[in-house]
């Protein structure tokens, strides 16, 4: 065990805590920024199957923040980059690299036989979608967002509540690293976090972290947190589906720009977030459609606002 010997020396940790992060599995969406130091922390550790989920190839971008990535990598899928770049670094652990996207009908199998949820994807549709899903199967969720010079990771379902119950409703206006930008420290910083609580949890160290979000301020070099154990679910949710769950009887209304890509079928409507009001009267489901969720789901609020019929959103990506 000379491996871990620094590690077993702490307060908390033994051969039984080891043994259980040796037998864990856990599912980590996202092969970028935050997976840059969430990973290598998790498989030094001694963590035994980590299934890593993400379809993109590495860009230039991504190499500020990106640091599994060398320049030889461009090109890559990132998953199948950063299995490469973790495989030395301990035979304890394998790295089980996908290259498929995130969609409500394949989180099921993705999730299929693991301890615990890891969301390092910098998309809320797909943070939602696994919460929804964590929720639902008593798994919990550690999330995390990193923007500008900010960033927070928190401890969602499996006993606390989900992040539907912290953030209920979406601001008018969010982004992602690609379209904002991001400072690499920051992400690093926020990655590292997760790591720590994916330890604590899978260890049984205590105390928990479920229930609890830690944030982190560059600007002022400020940590902060609060707890949200006693945080209420929603009485409604706006919940993403897959496109091939489209069903006939719905009223597909697409929130994209044509540009944005092809319809998902013939029979749709396409609206701006500001077209949807009053003079909608739907007489079935209704599925707002558009890239990333945030026009589906504030098209969705406005719909709402008077017709209490049900609604589902797809983000095409």
Request: charged share 20%; with cysteine; glycine share 10%.
């Amino acid at each position: 065990m000379n491996r871990y010997a620094r590690q077993l020396a702490v307060d908390g940790m033994n051969m039984a805590a080891q043994a259980r992060l040796l037998k864990s599995r856990l599912l980590v969406v996202g092969a970028g920024g935050l997976s840059a130091s969430l990973l290598p922390y998790l498989v030094g550790a001694g963590v035994g199957h980590i299934r890593l989920i993400d379809p993109d190839i590495v860009e230039e971008s991504n190499l500020h923040r990106q640091t599994l990535f060398r320049i030889s990598d461009l090109g890559l899928p990132k998953a199948l980059a950063a299995a490469n770049a973790l495989k030395g670094l301990n035979a304890d652990c394998r790295i089980e690299p996908i290259t498929t996207r995130l969609d409500p009908s394949n989180t099921d199998d993705l999730s299929d036989g693991c301890d615990l949820v890891l969301d390092c994807a910098d998309s809320f549709a797909a943070s939602y979608i696994l919460s929804d899903h964590a929720w639902q199967a008593g798994l919990p969720l550690i999330s995390a967002s990193a923007l500008g010079r900010s960033g927070y990771a928190g401890a969602f379902c499996g006993g606390a509540p989900s992040l539907r119950a912290v953030f209920p409703d979406l601001p008018q206006r969010a982004g992602n690293c690609a379209q904002n930008g991001v400072i690499g420290p920051v992400v690093g910083m926020i990655g590292c976090i997760q790591a720590q609580m994916a330890l604590t949890l899978l260890t049984g160290m205590s105390p928990s972290p479920l229930g609890r979000i830690v944030t982190y301020d560059a600007a002022s070099h400020r940590f902060g947190g609060f707890s949200f154990r006693e945080a209420s679910e929603p009485d409604h949710r706006h919940v993403f589906i897959s496109e091939h769950a489209l069903r006939l009887s719905d009223l597909l209304i697409d929130l994209r720009a044509p540009e944005e890509g092809p319809p998902l079928r013939d029979d749709f409507l396409r609206l701006t977030v500001d077209q949807v009001g009053p003079e909608l009267r739907p007489n079935a489901r209704v599925v707002m459609c558009c890239r990333s969720g945030l026009r589906a789901w504030n098209a969705a609020e406005r719909l709402a606002q008077h017709w209490n019929g049900p609604i589902a959103l797809i983000s095409t990506g």
